[in-house]
């Protein structure tokens, strides 16, 4: 069975960091991009950053640029989201998700457009407060 899972959520204060894990069973990570996105209340989903794993190349948007980073590591078959400097409105449920077919290419801008996508985990939430 192929499976994504989330872990690392939780709540903290506004400039704090976390990192968010996904994990996958039943499929190599290696041979895929990997995006994460974010769901706030009341918000469409949105893309947050992507990683292709065979390259290595990553992409962000502008909102978490220089703040958030991905990274691999194909022999734990887990990918990361280091968040630092955490904003309120970052406050979300994060996602990952897997597609094989952006994994051809160096990561381009469309990586975070989750139609691409073809595996979904359940989700972490992420809050930040004070």
């Known amino acids: 069975q192929l499976q994504l899972v989330e872990s690392g959520g939780g709540l903290v204060q506004p400039g704090g960091s976390l990192r968010l894990s996904c994990a996958a069973s039943?499929?190599?990570?290696?041979?895929?991009?990997i995006g994460w996105f974010r769901q706030a209340p009341g918000k469409e989903r949105e893309g947050v950053s992507c990683i292709n794993n065979r390259d290595g190349t990553t992409y962000y948007v502008d909102s978490v640029k220089g703040r958030f980073t991905m990274s691999r590591d194909n022999a734990k078959n887990t990918v990361y989201l280091q968040m630092n400097s955490l904003k309120p409105e970052d406050t979300a449920v994060y996602y990952c998700?897997?597609?094989?077919?952006?994994?051809?290419?160096?990561?381009?801008?469309?990586?975070?457009?989750?139609?691409?996508?073809?595996?979904w985990g359940q989700g972490t939430q992420v809050t930040v407060s004070s």
């Open positions: 039943g499929f190599a990570l290696e041979n895929y991009a």
């Open positions: 998700a897997a597609t094989v077919v952006l994994s051809v290419t160096p990561v381009q801008p469309v990586c975070v457009m989750s139609e691409w996508y073809d595996y």
